[in-house]
């Protein structure tokens, strides 16, 4: 009997401790949000969440006041019985009002945005979920302050205040992306990237070289990838999601499916995701040079021009692509958490889209002109390390193995010789990276770098009609190397509960090696070998009045070391010019002061403004060059003229990004974002000219309404116009691309475009996603870009939740 009875007892215990244990969800989502907390300032006691949302409050069982509060959300107050009436389900509404969150990219440690001077933007992930991008690249966007370029339907090249390609630097899970043959021409790689294995994208704004080295010149683009899960029980934990998403503009279908598995100090999480993308159809207002005007096909073994059937739909754009992810993670004690992913994605041929559309004496200069498979497999080794000791709290080393494959398959028109030229890329990447809390006001973050590029270039020509192959140049040297060595310090000095000061310094030493083949380069040296160091740094403040209020200011080097595609490249950069290699090439410096304030008013509204200037010092620019004295060459049947990047120029950016959010009653807020940026560069006469990157003003404007379980966003995206004698020297000659204006020289109009998104929770499990993007199906195209953006466009996507 009294066995039964203390069994009874016992079960009684437990069945109400259990009944004690507190789930918070999102309103609008019903998933679960980690890292949620309990306070109760009379007692003085805490309890957060973990990574299902759950925490036991117990203690709390006679709390009249509870605040609830977590990063991104709005903070409630309830007591224990109002939660108790809740079925222990606490739900929290999504909030963007807050000054202070939790980022990662700005040391490579968590920070509070109260203490880091540089400005850094966190797209969340119900934005993303709301906005349904279909690529990496469009998930930038979503963030309203990155602009993206297309020179195809599978393509997407970032640009950041003024600056992209390799003067801007992608990682995933803290992994530098950017390699050796990253060119100045736009760069496409960020779309292997899988949006819905994305867990969190971070972008700095400005240098930030002290951390990532070279290339972080105009900002850094940090994605973070879904990482396991343990249970928090001795039962498995099993969570997963899929997604299904139809769009009509460019025929899309995807697919997507990932789950995790956890036990208590091991888990894994898988994901797959298959998207396929037909040709694109363009709006039906707007400028008629958008339009497709023809399209080739083989005919008797013969290359035929005919005029397209539909000039709304831009053929051939379709493309599809496969993204592989497996992570695993183990924790053996508290004190060591171990981290291993593998990546993979592969694209199918991608068609030039912006050279198909090139014509000469009323016929298409290209018959075909498309980049091979795009292939990047990534495996990545983290060990984390806490311990308390005079040289580190904790320690995070990193080993790497990335490879990249891309090629470009060329063929005139009525010529029956393709050529193709591929690269591969093997990157090994070494990174250990410490911190160290030293009293109440000092933190150190520390560590080092290295970065081994091997590259391998391949050439050959084949006869579409009798298969026959020969060798022909590469674009690269094959068997180059470049590899960088490097270390860094960063100080974070707490002066009062107000004012925060961080600075940091960072040496670079690389190394490049190429050598040439004498059959197909026919230069004055048969190799490059360039041995150089790099010195940047930063120093900023961070001012915190209270609350509702924080200044910040910040100055700070970036630099871009010369890597294989400036020096050692072959390859026609546009027709009628051709790049050749430069052995005297240094290092790219700039040079940068941000100013930014950023102010609550109550409850209600929040503002944010950052000033920033930028000078770009011994740029690495394309410029006319000589190779044996000849200004000109004939290079793949055409006579070219000569140039080659040099570091021969200056620029400057500068501008402002601003924004504002306002809280509205029943649930709307009404958000505004805006991004002016002006470039300068340098010519060879001393004169100025319009940079390149640097974007027109662009900006949205949305108007949400949230209720549990359900959101909805009315919402306008904007570009300004940029005249012709605002546009780049090297984009006014590619008139094939822009509007013509009343002179019948080539500009960027301006445009509006509206748009409505829509998410509804039907079940806990189940939520669909719907919208209307371009409603006025504009025909508009985004500055720079080779490829008109989508008409009107219908979605649809299916999302499970388990």
């Known amino acids: 009997m009294r066995e039964l009875l203390l069994f009874s007892l016992f079960t009684g215990i437990s069945f109400f401790a259990q009944a004690q244990i507190v789930t918070v969800v999102d309103d609008v989502t019903s998933a679960p949000i980690a890292y949620v907390s309990f306070y109760d300032a009379k007692i003085n006691r805490y309890s957060i969440t973990n990574t299902v949302g759950e925490t036991d409050i117990s203690i709390f069982e006679n709390s009249k006041s509870i605040e609830i509060r977590t990063v991104g959300y709005r903070t409630r107050t309830m007591s224990f019985e109002a939660i108790k009436r809740k079925g222990f389900i606490v739900r929290l509404i999504p909030s963007q009002l807050a000054l202070n969150e939790v980022v990662v990219s700005a040391t490579r440690w968590q920070q509070e945005t109260r203490e880091v001077p540089l400005k850094v933007t966190s797209v969340k992930p119900n934005s993303v979920r709301l906005q349904n991008p279909q690529t990496a690249a469009d998930l930038l966007t979503v963030s309203g302050e990155v602009f993206i370029q297309k020179s195809q339907l599978g393509g997407g090249s970032p640009m950041i205040r003024g600056f992209a390609t390799n003067r801007v630097l992608i990682a995933v899970d803290g992994v530098r992306m950017n390699t050796a043959i990253f060119r100045s021409g736009n760069v496409h790689n960020v779309i292997s990237l899988d949006p819905f294995a994305t867990q969190n994208t971070e972008i700095i704004f400005g240098p930030g070289s002290v951390i990532y080295g070279s290339d972080a010149i105009g900002g850094v683009m940090s994605f973070y990838t879904l990482s396991p899960v343990f249970s928090t029980s001795n039962k498995i934990f099993i969570r997963g999601n899929s997604t299904l998403r139809t769009s009509s503009a460019n025929n899309e279908r995807t697919a997507h499916v990932d789950f995790n598995l956890g036990w208590k100090n091991f888990a894994s999480v898988s994901s797959i995701t298959y998207a396929d993308f037909g040709d694109l159809r363009i709006g039906s207002n707007g400028p008629d040079e958008y339009l497709d005007t023809f399209n080739v096909a083989q005919v008797n073994a013969a290359d035929s021009a005919y005029r397209a059937k539909d000039p709304r739909i831009l053929s051939p754009t379709s493309f599809n692509q496969l993204n592989l992810m497996q992570k695993f993670r183990y924790q053996p004690t508290k004190d ?212 509702t209020l924080q200044f910040n200011t910040n100055i700070s080097s970036g630099y871009r070391a010369p890597n294989i595609d400036d020096a050692a490249k072959v390859f026609d950069s546009e027709p009628g010019s051709v790049i050749v290699p430069n052995p005297d090439l240094k290092p790219e410096y700039a ?73 509205l009653p029943s649930g709307f807020q009404l958000t505004t974002r805006i991004n002016i940026q002006k470039g300068e560069e340098e010519l060879q006469d001393g004169t100025t000219v319009p940079l390149r990157h640097a974007a027109p003003t662009f900006g949205e404007t949305h108007l949400t309404y949230s209720a549990t379980g359900f959101e909805i966003d009315l919402y306008a995206e904007y570009n300004a116009r940029l005249s012709n004698s605002e546009l780049a020297p090297s984009e006014r000659s590619k008139d094939h691309l822009y509007a013509i204006d009343e002179n019948g020289d080539p500009y960027s109009p301006s445009w509006v475009t509206i748009n409505l998104n829509s998410a509804y929770q039907i079940t806990p499990i189940f939520m669909i996603s719907a919208g209307i993007d371009n409603i006025t199906d504009l025909r508009y195209r985004m500055y720079s870009s080779g490829i008109a953006a989508p008409g009107r466009n219908l979605f649809l996507a299916v999302r499970a939740n388990l």
Do not use: C
Not at 642 to 663: K, P
């Open 591 to 663: 040079y940068n002061i941000d100013v930014g304030i950023r102010k609550l008013f109550g409850e209600a509204l929040k503002v944010d403004f950052t000033g920033y200037y930028t000078i770009l010092t011994d740029a690495l620019i394309r410029r006319d060059f000589t190779i044996n004295g000849q200004d000109s060459i004939m290079y793949d049947g055409q006579l070219s003229q000569v140039q080659a990047i040099q570091n021969s120029a200056h620029a400057r950016v500068y501008g402002i990004q601003a924004g504002a959010r306002l809280e």
């Open 336 to 547: 060591w958490d171990i981290n291993f992913g593998f990546h993979y994605s592969e694209s199918s041929d991608l068609d030039r889209y912006d050279r198909l559309i090139l014509s000469s004496n009323n016929e298409p200069r290209y018959a075909a002109w498309y980049y091979g498979p795009q292939v990047w497999r990534m495996a990545n080794l983290q060990v984390l390390k806490k311990a308390e000791n005079k040289f580190f709290d904790q320690a995070n080393f990193t080993f790497s193995n990335q490879y990249f494959r891309e090629s470009r398959n060329t063929r005139r028109f009525q010529n029956s010789n393709l050529i193709s030229r591929q690269e591969n890329v093997d990157v090994l990447t070494f990174n250990l990276d410490l911190e160290k809390e030293s009293g109440a006001k000092h933190n150190f973050f520390y560590g080092g770098e290295i970065v081994l590029n091997h590259i391998s270039s391949f050439g050959f020509t084949r006869n579409i009609i009798t298969d026959n192959t020969n060798p022909a140049s590469t674009r690269y040297p094959d068997g180059s190397d470049w590899n960088s060595y490097s270390a860094y310090l960063s100080h974070q000095f707490k002066i009062s509960s107000h004012l925060n000061l961080q600075s940091g310094l960072r040496y670079s030493h690389f190394f490049l090696d190429a050598e040439f083949d004498p059959t197909y380069y026919p230069v004055a040296f048969n190799s490059i070998n360039i041995n150089e160091g790099a010195v940047t740094g930063s120093i900023g403040l961070v001012y915190n009045l209270d609350q």
